[in-house]
């Protein structure tokens, strides 16, 4: 099993900068694969990034591919989500999960852990 907990939101202004962290519990983190998910009042659950177990590989949602960058650091245990030229539409409760899988899905029910999540808010 595999603990997660997410820390760095804040609110920002538009067209600033956050970088967002997920720390995990566990030996074997670096057998999981890792995505960062959120979640707009209103509306459902969606996908932002995903990693591959070695960080070798990376996957992310059309609307912010370009201005964020999902990494990893399993030495520290640790997945970061790096977020530039953020927008009003990004505002929203960040989570990250993860799957003991090595598929990059971007659909949440195929994640097992999650974390208890971080606000984003993105004032215009």
């Known amino acids: 099993q595999v603990q997660l907990v997410e820390s760095g939101g804040e609110l920002v202004q538009a067209g600033g900068s956050l970088r967002l962290s997920c720390a995990a519990s566990?030996?074997?983190?670096?057998?999981?694969?890792t995505g960062w998910f959120r979640q707009a009042p209103g509306k459902e659950r969606e996908f932002v990034a995903a990693?591959?177990?070695?960080?070798?590989?990376?996957y992310y949602a059309d609307s912010v591919k370009g201005r964020f960058t999902i990494s990893r650091d399993n030495a520290k245990n640790t997945v970061y989500l790096q977020m530039n030229s953020l927008k009003p539409e990004d505002t929203a409760v960040y989570y990250c999960?993860?799957?003991?899988?090595?598929?990059?899905?971007?659909?949440?029910?195929?994640?097992?852990?999650w974390g208890q999540g971080t606000q984003v808010t993105v004032s215009s």
């Open positions: 990693i591959s177990r070695s960080g070798g590989n990376t």
């Open positions: 566990g030996r074997t983190f670096s057998t999981y694969t």
């Open positions: 999960a993860a799957r003991s899988g090595g598929t990059l899905y971007s659909v949440p029910r195929f994640y097992n852990y």
